[in-house]
C-alpha cells in the first residue's frame, strides 16, 4: 500500500466519520427509540455506494487512490454496521421489539434499496 492510499483512506473515514456524526447529532433526538441519523447515514451511504459501483463499471474515471477515498475511506466511515448493532441489541434488551424490527428493516432492506437506486441513478444518467 502506497502512502497516497494510505492518506486517501485515512481523509476519507475522516470525513465520513464526521458525516455521520453530525448526522447522528442532528436527527437521533427526533425520534429515540430510532435513531434517525444512523439510519440515515446507512441510507445515504448505500445509495453513494451504488453511484460508486456505477462509475466505477464505466471504467477509468476515477483512480484507484479516489476509489479508496471514497468507499473504504469515506463511505467505511459513513455506514457504521458496528453501531447499527448496538442500537439493536439495546431495542431487543429493553424489550422494544416492533422498534427493533423497524430498525433492522430499515437498515437492512433500506441501505440495498438505496445501492440498487445509486447504482440505477448512474445507469440512467450515462444514456
Do not use: D
Not at 101 to 106: E, F, I, K, M
Request: proline fraction near 2%; glycine fraction near 18%; charged fraction near 5%.
Amino acid at each position: 500500500m502506497g502512502l497516497t492510499a494510505f492518506w486517501a483512506v485515512g481523509i476519507g473515514a475522516a470525513l465520513g466519520a464526521w458525516g455521520r456524526w453530525g448526522l447522528s447529532v442532528a436527527f437521533n433526538a427526533l425520534c429515540p427509540l430510532l435513531p434517525l441519523g444512523t439510519l440515515l447515514a446507512n441510507l445515504v451511504g448505500g445509495y453513494l455506494m451504488g453511484i460508486s459501483m456505477g462509475l466505477f463499471a464505466l471504467g477509468g474515471l476515477l483512480s484507484p487512490e479516489v476509489r479508496l477515498l471514497v468507499t473504504t475511506g469515506f463511505l467505511g466511515g459513513l455506514t457504521t454496521f458496528s453501531t447499527f448493532s448496538a442500537e439493536s441489541v439495546t431495542l431487543i434488551s429493553r424489550g422494544e421489539y416492533g422498534w427493533a424490527s423497524l430498525h433492522l428493516l430499515g437498515h437492512v432492506l433500506g441501505s440495498l434499496i438505496m445501492t440498487g437506486l445509486g447504482l440505477m441513478t448512474v445507469q440512467l444518467l450515462k444514456q
